[in-house]
């Protein structure tokens, strides 16, 4: 199939104005869904389509007034009364919907391509990437600089209680959670390269994507085309091993961007971090003084999200005292660390966590926080690389430190290329030969009758997924909840 009718980000600069009517194609994306609502604030006429709508992001759209329709009731005639088609990237190369769209005559493009050209060409853009926190970083970030004064835009993956993940703002800064996963089947390329990023920071990096990625060196490759874009004169990276192979490349190139190395093992911290049940105090070096900071926030992982925020605030000349007040009281993304409630005797935390270095962090900070609890850690491997073997030695480890384990079996095989699942039954044994209580369920009615065996007598549920665990949290389960 020819794609004549594909639109870049300087096309879709030029053509801005012819464009009335816009139409999302698989609008229940998170990214699309926040693109939508951010184009209609610009004053564009938004309309979206998708094969199922569940909230929150059904709910979110439908608040906005923003028409959706059934993609099943979705033709070329009906395309046709559109100026542009915004193509999601859950639309797959050589499928019936690629067809449609292609054959329909209309001009189609990727979100990114539209959020880049029409509207971060024309603000300050700063761009969180990395393996993990790109969402809580974003956030706290938008929530920063709003204390500081400012009013920022943001552009953020996740759902925001009272907020909407999307806003233009009207102050200096836009904060956008800059993906490196792909943008459509017809581009290839991580988003973050379609953002027009003016300053960047890099929260991580490790494999993952594993779907789109043969190994760590494309997606460090995706950062090297990306960073020379960055029209900034500070880079601000956490300590990892692969991030750094990309920093020497930078730097010895001599092109004048400083590097701000944060991360227990630099120079700069966080050190000395302490939690208790009110929060954390920890310290970061800055210009060589030892400064001390609290928050109410808990997890190593949400202090090192922090400390990134703080460092881009001051190299923004930002006073460090107004920094210290602003972060003492600060809010996280829903289905990070969230409390959902109390089921029968043990309280319930609902966490995205994925990846083992994330679950690995989530279970410590619970261990942290909550000492007076037994930690029963939930773990749905949802995305490609964590239903697939990759990570089959590494949940042993990440799941370690919990008293018990309930493994949700994965639904669907991997789509990893060339790809093994993740063998739960080895995982399980694994687990037991370090005399872990581990469980693997199938079905809703299993995971219900082990939760209801495990709770109570001071354990805690921890629910790590970025799934619906099987229809957990649209069951019984939820009004139970106290």
Request: with cysteine.
């Amino acid at each position: 199939m020819k794609l004549n009718n594909r639109l870049e980000i300087e096309q879709l600069k030029e053509k801005k104005g012819d464009f009335k009517k816009i139409f999302f194609f698989r609008i229940c994306g998170t990214g699309m869904g926040a693109c939508a609502s951010i184009l209609k604030e610009y004053g564009f006429q938004v309309e979206g389509g998708d094969l199922a709508f569940y909230p929150p992001m059904s709910h979110y759209l439908k608040e906005l007034e923003i028409p959706l329709h059934d993609l099943g009731n979705v033709d070329r005639a009906f395309l046709q009364s559109y100026d542009l088609i915004v193509v999601g990237n859950a639309i797959p190369r050589n499928s019936e919907q690629a067809r449609v769209i292609e054959e329909c005559g209309i001009a189609f493009c990727s979100f990114p391509a539209i959020l880049g050209a029409l509207v971060l060409s024309e603000v300050n853009v700063v761009g969180v990437a990395g393996t993990h926190g790109k969402t809580t970083t974003t956030y706290l970030l938008s929530q920063l600089f709003t204390k500081l004064g400012e009013k920022p835009g943001h552009f953020i993956g996740g759902v925001i209680n009272n907020t909407p993940p999307a806003l233009l703002g009207a102050g200096r800064y836009f904060f956008i959670e800059s993906d490196e996963y792909d943008s459509a089947y017809f581009e290839k390329i991580s988003k973050f390269r379609s953002y027009q990023l003016n300053h960047l920071i890099l929260t991580s990096l490790e494999f993952d994507h594993a779907d789109i990625f043969s190994d760590i060196d494309q997606i460090k490759n995706e950062f090297t085309h990306l960073i020379p874009q960055v029209n900034c004169s500070t880079l601000i990276s956490a300590d990892y091993s692969a991030a750094q192979d990309i920093h020497d490349k930078f730097l010895a190139a001599d092109n004048g961007i400083e590097l701000k190395l944060y991360g227990e093992s630099s120079e700069i911290g966080p050190h000395n971090i302490k939690s208790s049940e009110n929060g954390t105090q920890f310290t970061l070096v800055i210009d060589q003084q030892r400064e001390q900071f609290e928050t109410n926030l808990i997890g190593k992982h949400n202090i090192l999200n922090l400390s990134s925020a703080i460092l881009f605030a001051y190299s923004e000349q930002f006073d460090l005292n107004n920094i210290k007040r602003s972060i003492t009281d600060l809010k996280l993304v829903k289905r990070r660390q969230e409390l959902r409630g109390v089921y029968h005797g043990s309280p319930v935390i609902d966490d995205f966590a994925h990846h083992p270095t994330a679950v690995t962090l989530t279970v410590e900070a619970m261990i942290s926080h909550y000492p007076q609890y037994r930690i029963v850690t939930i773990l749905e491997p949802g995305s490609a690389t964590a239903r697939s073997d990759l990570f089959q030695a590494r949940w042993v480890a990440a799941l370690g430190q919990s008293s018990e384990v309930i493994i949700i079996r994965p639904q669907r095989s991997t789509t990893i290329k060339d790809g093994t699942d993740l063998d739960c039954d080895k995982l399980q044994l694994d687990l037991k030969a370090k005399q872990q209580t581990c469980n693997v369920v199938s079905t809703l009615p299993e995971l219900q009758a082990i939760i209801n065996q495990c709770c109570g007598d001071k354990k805690l549920l921890l629910f790590l997924s970025n799934g619906p665990c099987l229809g957990l949290w649209e069951s019984d389960f939820v009004n139970e909840l106290w």
